[in-house]
């Protein structure tokens, strides 16, 4: 059982203890071994009729190696230089590393400790030219944790759920690998030991550590959300021992909205989201999604897309970049915690005016389109009447205090 150095961000509180998660128990493995049902198994084998699909995310019938990930995990770390560069300035060398980061590919970069509860106890997949075999524990003791993030197109995902918001959201994912990986070999070649945590290979849960490293706050829908990029930020991490200063957590009102506005939980197709408080899980008070119901979302797809990201484009803190994004933003840092209430509902108001209450943009690219689709139902000898994906009655939003802790 570990203790973690209370930092007081307002999206989540440390009530206890916490122990470090198995990679094993994480949802991929569980699904891989069949937990979550014989149709998600066979699904997460056996998708990947569309070729993008298949270079950004890899999925049966490819060739492991038209992708990047799959080559990534098969691949060992380099060694460290033994010509350590001597760091008298934390601080400065902190800004460097930003520096390069962003210079490398990051979009947001941000500096915390490495906190041991989120490091994952086991590996669940095995790595041989590492020396590395599923079921290993895992020994990272490396001091800090360099929180990156990269955006993906804010119209390609407002495109969900389809083929092009696929592509987008896969591409994201590759997206924090190359970085990363010359993030962690840079570091390496600066005399110190560092470790690259991307799409291709995690020892880390990177959300908590993003939310201590100041790049955003914890959602409802239990993900980061970033003041400018909201959601749609794909998240990686390098641990090292470099010394660096660490940044603090932010507050940019995440807190004060969720409790409001609710819209991924009106949104949300596999009703995953709560509408209601926060709940107690490893010794952390927060949101909690029901993961099961939420990755089980997948079979709804029949073919027709990969990855759900209603809840990302549903959020209103997810826009592009301009003004009025901006200056909303600002007044809500800017005003004292008791009244943003006051300025959180007309916001609310709005976005759903300009926005609509469940965002959504048809969309042609390539030769995808993703006009709403009479639905094919897969299951033999069904008779029902499918409407389109796309046509969904939102969910009612409770009244505001009667269920929110
Ligand atoms: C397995 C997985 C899935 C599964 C299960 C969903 C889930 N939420 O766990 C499926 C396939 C369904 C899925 C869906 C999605 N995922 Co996903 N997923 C992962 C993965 C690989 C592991 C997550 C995990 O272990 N969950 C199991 C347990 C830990 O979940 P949990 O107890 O509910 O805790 C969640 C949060 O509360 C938080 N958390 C856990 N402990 C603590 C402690 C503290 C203090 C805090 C603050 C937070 C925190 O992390 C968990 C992940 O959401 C991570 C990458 C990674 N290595 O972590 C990406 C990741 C969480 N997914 C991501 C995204 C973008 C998505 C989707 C939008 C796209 C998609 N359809 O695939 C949806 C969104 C669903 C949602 N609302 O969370 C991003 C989130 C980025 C961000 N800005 O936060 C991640 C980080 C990948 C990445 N590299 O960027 N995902
Ligand atoms: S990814 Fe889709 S199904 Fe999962 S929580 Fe988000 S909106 Fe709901
Ligand atoms: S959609 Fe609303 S409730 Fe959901 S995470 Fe974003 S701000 Fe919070």
Redesign the pocket.
């Known amino acids: 059982m570990l203790i973690?150095k209370d930092r007081n961000?307002r999206?989540?509180r440390?009530v206890g203890p916490?122990r470090q998660?198995d990679?094993r128990?994480?949802?991929?493995p569980r699904?891989d071994r069949g937990e979550l049902g014989d149709r998600l198994r066979t699904w997460r084998k056996t998708i990947g009729e569309d070729p993008l699909r298949r270079i950004l995310s890899g999925g049966g019938g490819g060739d492991s190696n038209n992708t990047l990930s799959n080559i990534m995990r098969r691949i060992p770390e380099g060694k460290v230089n033994p010509n350590k560069i001597p760091v008298s300035d934390p601080a400065h060398m902190a800004r460097n590393i930003k520096e390069i980061a962003r210079f490398l590919g990051a979009d947001v970069v941000g500096i915390t400790h490495l906190d041991q509860?989120?490091v994952y106890s086991h590996r669940a997949s095995g790595n041989a030219a590492a020396g590395e075999k599923p079921g290993d524990p895992i020994h990272l003791p490396h001091c800090y944790a360099i929180c990156m993030?990269?955006a993906s197109d804010y119209y390609k995902l407002l495109s969900n759920n389809s083929r092009i918001s696929d592509t987008e959201?896969g591409l994201?994912?590759n997206h924090?690998i190359p970085t990363t990986f010359m993030l962690a070999s840079y570091i390496r070649e600066m005399g110190y030991p560092a470790r690259a945590?991307?799409?291709g290979t995690?020892e880390?849960?990177?959300?908590?550590l993003?939310?201590?490293a100041g790049l955003?706050e914890?959602?409802r829908?239990?993900?980061?959300?970033?003041e400018e990029?909201?959601?749609?930020?794909?998240?990686?991490v390098v641990t090292t021992d470099l010394p660096l200063a660490v940044d603090e957590p932010v507050d940019i009102g995440v807190e004060d909205f969720c409790k409001y506005c609710m819209k991924?939980a009106r949104t949300?197709p596999s009703h995953?989201?709560p509408f209601g408080g926060k709940e107690v899980?490893?010794g952390?008070e927060?949101?909690?999604?029901n993961?099961e119901t939420?990755?089980k979302?997948?079979l709804a797809s029949r073919g027709q897309w990969?990855?759900?990201?209603i809840?990302?484009s549903s959020c209103c803190y997810n826009k592009p970049k301009a003004w009025w994004h901006t200056l909303a933003l600002w007044s809500i840092k800017k005003t004292p915690i008791p009244l943003r209430p006051l300025l959180i509902k007309p916001l609310l108001w709005i976005d759903d005016l300009f926005w609509g209450k469940r965002p959504w943009r048809h969309m042609k690219w390539l030769d995808y389109d993703n006009a709403p689709q009479p639905v094919t139902c897969n299951i033999p000898g069904c008779q029902a009447q499918h409407k389109n994906l796309q046509h969904k009655r939102l969910h009612p939003k409770p009244v505001v205090g009667s269920t929110v802790g």
């Open positions: 973690s961000p999206s989540y440390i916490q998660i990679e128990d994480t949802p991929h699904v509860a989120y993030g990269f959201y994201g994912n924090t945590h991307h799409y995690y880390i849960n990177p959300i908590p993003a939310v201590n955003g914890l959602g829908h239990g993900m980061l959300i970033h990029y909201g959601s749609r930020l794909h998240l990686s991924c949300c995953s989201i899980y490893n952390v927060k949101y909690r999604i993961v939420c990755y979302h997948k990969y990855s759900c990201v809840c990302v």
